[in-house]
C-alpha cells in the first residue's frame, strides 16, 4: 500500500529552493544597473574572490579597467556631448552596465567538477 504522504524525491525540486538560489545573484546583478556602471567591478570581484581563479580576476581587471577608462571620459568630456564623443560615452556605460550585470547572472553557471568524471569498470580497465 503506498503513503499519503508523497516522498521528496517524488515531489521534484521545490520552486523556493531555485528563487533563494538565484537571489544572490540576481541582487548582485543590481548592483551595476542601479549604479549605472559606476560600480560595475563589484560583481565580478565578488566572483573573482569566491571562485580564486585566474580568469576571474582577469575579468574583474576587464571591468575595473572599463570603469576607470568611464570615470575619466566623463571628467573630460563636456556636458554637452555629441557625435562621436557621445557614442564612446554611451558604449563604456552599457559595457560597464550591461555587461557587469551579464556577467553576474551567469559566470559559473555552468557547473563544473572538481575532478575527472568517475569512469566505469570498461574506462578503468576491467572487464
Do not use: Q, Y
Not at 556605460?93 to 556577467?103: C, D, E, I, S
Request: charged fraction near 10%.
Amino acid at each position: 500500500m503506498k503513503s499519503a504522504v508523497p516522498v521528496a524525491a517524488e515531489v521534484g525540486p521545490r520552486p523556493a529552493t531555485a528563487v533563494m538560489t538565484a537571489a544572490p545573484r540576481v541582487l548582485l546583478a543590481a548592483v551595476p544597473v542601479v549604479t549605472l556602471g559606476m560600480l560595475s567591478f563589484v560583481p565580478s570581484l565578488v566572483v573573482a574572490a569566491r571562485r580564486r581563479r585566474a580568469s576571474d580576476w582577469l575579468v574583474c581587471a576587464g571591468f575595473t579597467a572599463a570603469n576607470v577608462a568611464w570615470v575619466i571620459w566623463a571628467v573630460l568630456t563636456p556636458a554637452e556631448t555629441r557625435g562621436a564623443a557621445f557614442a564612446a560615452d554611451l558604449l563604456l556605460v552599457l559595457v560597464t552596465t550591461l555587461g557587469a550585470a551579464a556577467h553576474a547572472l551567469f559566470a559559473g553557471s555552468g557547473r563544473r567538477t572538481a575532478g575527472p568524471v568517475a569512469a566505469g569498470p570498461v574506462a578503468a580497465g576491467a572487464e
